[in-house]
Structure formats: structure tokens, C-alpha cells
């Protein structure tokens, strides 16, 4: 596998904030890389070190063998432009035949608008676009000159769901054609449907590199759902790490346990003589292992209250550290 972008021992400081601390990170052809990390981790400045757009304070960035700063590196890069920088009064088939005019191998204008969903959009002015029309037709010129690398920073922000569905696909679909991308995100979900590695970030430090399953896989807890009448009984059995009640039904709340070992605490419940119903035990999800191994989740839950008896009332899910 070839090595598109390198970053070796990188860090980039802006006055006193170190927003990027010390990471070293290859990017492989071929992979498709999620850039997870909470409110000032880092994953912006990051994808401006592999564009160009910043130098390191310290440390080496390569991108396709060279300096990112190098116009022939840069060549076979597609990123997202910021929406302001689309021409307002340009037609949405013009600013893609302009910027695909920078590229010998561009993707066609009618297929691009296409896979996009685009199409009915080519004829009119980027200034009477809509947010998420904008925001489509940003994503789409990251792809038009048919680049090697693709940085997408939060491609689907103010998508409603269809929309960002509709775009996941459009990426995945570029991705199978040859497409390496990195993609960041705030959507958990996001990078569960996109990414098959993920880096997470978090004040300037890489905390995690793996692969999707891996990183879930590291939390080392399983869900188990049941409804019972008795939550704060059930909530303390040995063996629950956190408990949460989503407070519905009148009797029998629904409630949610995490557990590194689900198959004793059944065990546990069923000795206990507690009753339970609708029992379902799954692996951990992203949004688990992330709030895991960031310190926003370590704050959370310290954060979290005691279930209380009567927490099986509670309108919103309560969730507990023990
Ligand atoms: N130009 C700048 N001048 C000063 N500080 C900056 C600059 N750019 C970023 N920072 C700081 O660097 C840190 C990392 O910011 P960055 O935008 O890379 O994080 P992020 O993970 O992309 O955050 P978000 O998810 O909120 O977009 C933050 O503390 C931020 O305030």
C-alpha cells in the first residue's frame, strides 16, 4: 500500500494553544479514515497541516512524497472549500467546469451533478442555492478532479438525515472508485457509516488509531436492555459499570445496563428473582467507545447522578457512574 500523507512527530501551536501535539499518522491509499475528536481537539488544524493551509511549528508533513505547499502535490488533493468562497453569481454547472478545468483528468460535469444529485441544480446561480444544496455541491468539487487524496471537514453539517444519507452514499461510491478519504466529523454516526478506520484526537494528541471495529471493540462493555419495574434494584446487581432509564412505560421502565461481562449479570439478575422483560444484550457502539476514551466522557460520567428509585418517572435518560 502506498503512503499518501505523512505526518512525523507534528506539532502546531497558534500563540500559547498547542493544537496539534506531537502526531505522527500515515494515511494509506485506498483507506477511508474518520477524524473524530470533541470541540477543539485538533481535526481541523490537522487537515490544514496535510492541505497546505498551515505549516508545522515542529515536525514533517509529506503529502504524495512532497511538501503539501508544492502545487504538484496538491494537484492530486480534493478538499470542501468554504461555502462564502463560492461565487455567488456563478451557475452551479460553471463552478464545476471552472474548478474541474484546474485538473487533466476531471470527472464529467453531468456525472458529477448526478452522483450528487445536482442535476436539476446545474443552471441556477450558487447564491440562491440552500445550505444543504451548498453544501452537496462543495462536497462534489472535492471529487472533480478526480484526486487521490479527499479531505472532507464535517461534509454533512446542516444536512437534514436523508441528505446526509444521500451524500454518505455518493462518498462511499467515489471511495470504491479509487477515492482515499479523510473525513471529520461531529456525527458519530457519521463516521460509523463511512470510516473503516478512525483516529480520535483529542487536545491536539492522537488518543486512538484503529480500525472501526477495533476501536469499538476496545471498549471492553456490552449493552444489555430490559424493561422492569424495579430500576434501582436492578441498576445496583454486581457487575453493572453504568445503568440508564429511559423513563417510558408506566410500570416496567425501559432501561439500559453496561457491562463488561453481560453474561454473568444475567446470571446475576436471574439469581436476583428481579423481575425483567424484553431482554437484549449487543456489543458496544462508536458513540460508547468515543465517550470512553475522550475526557468528555470521563467528565459525563462523573458528572452522571445515582439512579434513584424513582428515576423509573424520569422523563429523560438517566444515566449513572458506579
Ligand atoms: N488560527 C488560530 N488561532 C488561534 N487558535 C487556533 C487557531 N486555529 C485553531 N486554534 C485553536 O486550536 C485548537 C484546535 O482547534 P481545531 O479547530 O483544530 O479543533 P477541531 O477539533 O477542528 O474543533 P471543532 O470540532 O470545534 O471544529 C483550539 O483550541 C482552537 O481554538
Known sequence: ????????????????????????????????????GP????????????????????GTVTLLGRSPQDVRSRQSLGSTPQETALPPTLKVGEVIDFVGRHFEDRQPTEA????????????????????????????ALAFVGRPKLVLLDEPTTGLDIDGRHALWAAVRRQHEAGATVVVTSHYLEEIEALAERVVVMEG???????????????VGVRQIRLRTPEVAAV???????RAET???GADAAGLVLYAA????????LVRSGLPFADLAVRGATLEEAFLTLTDSGRAHSSRAASVEA?????PYATEVSR
Not at 470541540?39 to 487537515?47: D, E, Q, R, V
Not at 492522537?206 to 471495529?213: E, G, H, K, N, Y
Not at 461481562?261 to 446475576?268: A, C, H, T, V
Open 112 to 139: 458529477l451533478a448526478e452522483e450528487f444529485g445536482l442535476t436539476t441544480l446545474l443552471g441556477r446561480q450558487t447564491g440562491a442555492l440552500s445550505g444543504g444544496q451548498k453544501r452537496r455541491l462543495s462536497v
Open 310 to 314: 424513582d428515576a423509573a418517572s424520569a
Open 1 to 36: 500500500m502506498s503512503t499518501l500523507a505523512q505526518l512525523h512527530r507534528v506539532t502546531r501551536r497558534f500563540g500559547d494553544v498547542v493544537a496539534v501535539d506531537d502526531v505522527t499518522l500515515t494515511i494509506e491509499a485506498g483507506s477511508m479514515v474518520g477524524l473524530l
Open 235 to 241: 441498576s445496583a446487581l454486581p457487575g453493572v459499570a
Open 261 to 268: 461481562d453481560s453474561d454473568q449479570l444475567i446470571r446475576e
Open 39 to 58: 470541540n477543539g481537539a485538533g481535526k481541523t488544524s490537522l487537515i490544514s497541516l496535510i492541505n497546505g493551509l498551515r505549516r508545522p511549528t515542529t
Open 246 to 248: 429511559a423513563g417510558e
Open 204 to 218: 491536539g494528541r492522537v488518543i486512538a488509531d484503529d480500525s472501526l471495529q477495533a476501536i469499538v471493540g476496545q
